[in-house]
């Protein structure tokens, strides 16, 4: 997947006893590198740069052999020295580029990959390392979008898993972690819940929705000051957050500070002002002049992030997100991810071609699949008609496309056909789909539908664009 190469040769421009001492160093440590040796390699180079401290070269093939070995961080200061001595380095952007990757930090690395394309347009493996990157930032998108759909709709459980899978995709996503707070917080388990928006606020320093969520965690642990004070920091960043200034309301009456309370619960009513809710907080605290309990306030609905990964700005190299292990579900749920898959299936009902994706290799399929509405009175297998239904899907592997080529057990499989029973569900675009005799869940995440179709329509082509989450049962 990642292509990366190590310079060769006397450093440029060398002249003197000293500098071609140094070559005579560097150029030990690339024989040895091409060897394999990449721990004696380091040491010349090191011994290279002890007699010329510019050799920039030296620095390049220093991070390769990091990289090598697997030692990312060591990688990352070597290329990005290279690229302080020479900011025209392409090798050394496109190996920091795969530093990055390996440590999943892909905003990062798609930097490093753009900079090495503009730097030399003709390196094809840069784009495809780049397209990776896109990929696997689509990836956790998707399953945070995904996880924002489910609770939305009080499927907590699912919605925890899938907002974890974003986390293990991209341990650099705010929004995911900002949401599976949220969700901690429903559960009332606080502590979690402020570890988790910890970590979203240490990648995003202005992340509203993180410090709104940790002073609602804080209110119900009664740490009242430090309440207001994320929920002042969150007006600071977006002022017109009605629930925002309720908090901060309910945060002040606790600590007995009664007026500066009702001009905060003013400001929200201002907001929200057919809000009865924020209403009765405000008669509770005029007419009984005294704080009440916070379980008896209304809170307001919890927000759930849907940024993007790819555009929320977090900084990538000043976390460590591996330090921890994720907080258990408090609902159980039904396991992480195996794997993603995304594409486009274009069909002429009942024929299907699909294409499945993992960012690297793609797998081709022609589809069969009969299905059969188990409730008459649900209106037909409709693209926008609630309904449950059982039938067979058949799939035939046609081809296989990228690395996955080079693995006899895939390619074995071309022209094989396997058929198996499938129920599920549709309610508007999306489509729960059970196969395999329940040992696997496919939840068929329909993103965009072109017309207004039947799913078993043999006149008409759909073309969806979809995610595959393949779940352990």
């Known amino acids: 997947m990642i292509a990366l190469s190590l310079l060769a040769g006397v450093m440029p421009g060398c002249t003197g006893l000293v500098p071609n001492q140094a070559a005579d160093y560097y150029n030990k440590g690339v024989a040895l590198a091409n060897e394999g040796k990449y721990d004696e390699a380091i040491a010349e180079y090191n011994k290279a740069i002890e007699i010329d401290q510019n050799y920039t070269n030296a ?6 052999a990091y990289l090598m070995k697997k030692q990312y961080d060591l990688s990352i200061t070597n290329y990005t020295k290279a690229i302080e001595l020479d900011p025209e380095q392409k090798t050394a952007y496109n190996g920091r580029g795969a530093a990055y990757l390996y440590t999943k930090r892909y905003n990062s690395a798609a930097a490093d990959f753009n900079k090495s394309i503009e730097l030399d347009p003709s390196a094809t493996q840069t784009y495809t390392n780049r397209d990776y990157v896109a990929n696997m930032l689509n990836q956790a998108t998707l399953h945070n979008t995904y996880g924002v759909n489910l609770a939305e709709i009080g499927n907590y459980a699912e919605a925890f898993d899938s907002f974890s899978q974003a986390v293990e995709v991209y341990p650099y996503y705010p929004a995911a972690y900002t949401n599976r707070g949220i969700l901690l917080v429903i559960a009332e388990q606080y502590d979690s819940a402020i570890t988790e928006f910890n970590s979203a606020i240490q990648l995003n320093s202005d992340y509203a929705l993180a ?44 600590l007995g500070e009664l007026e500066e309370a009702a001009d905060a ?12 809710g924020i209403q009765n907080n405000i008669t509770v605290i005029r007419e009984a002049g005294i704080p009440k309990g916070v379980k008896g306030h209304y809170f307001g609905p919890l927000p759930y992030g849907i940024e993007k990964a790819a555009e929320q ?11 921890e292990p994720p907080p258990a579900n408090p609902w159980g749920g039904t396991g992480l991810v195996v794997k993603t898959l995304t594409g486009t299936w274009v069909s002429n009902s009942p024929y299907y071609g699909l294409s499945m994706s993992d960012g690297g290799s793609t797998w081709y399929y022609d589809v069969i699949m009969r299905l059969e509405e188990t409730d008459p009175n649900t209106g037909g297998l409709h693209v926008h008609q609630p309904c449950t239904f059982t039938g067979t899907m058949q799939m035939t592997l046609q081809s296989i496309t990228g690395p996955a080529t080079t693995v006899p057990d895939f390619m074995s499989q071309i022209g094989t056909t396997s058929e198996m029973p499938v129920s599920g569900t549709r ?9 395999g005799g329940g040992t696997h869940k496919l939840i068929f995440d329909v993103d ?26």
């Open 59 to 64: 620095y390049v093939n220093l991070g390769y």
């Open 211 to 254: 410090y709104s969520g940790r002073g609602l965690a804080y209110i119900y642990t009664e740490d009242y000051e430090e309440a207001v004070t994320d929920v002042d920091k969150a007006l600071q960043i977006d002022p017109d957050e009605a629930s925002d200034w309720n908090n901060k309301g309910i945060a002040l009456e606790q």
């Open 265 to 276: 619960y003013d400001r929200a009513l201002q907001l929200e002002p057919n809000n009865q």
């Open 313 to 323: 700005r977090t900084t990538e190299t000043e976390f460590e997100p591996f330090t």
């Open 427 to 435: 309610d508007g675009s999306v489509v729960n789909l059970n196969f």
């Open 448 to 473: 965009y539908l072109y017309g207004d179709t039947e799913l078993y329509d043999a006149a008409s082509y759909v073309t969806w664009t979809y995610s595959f989450h393949l779940r352990r049962s």
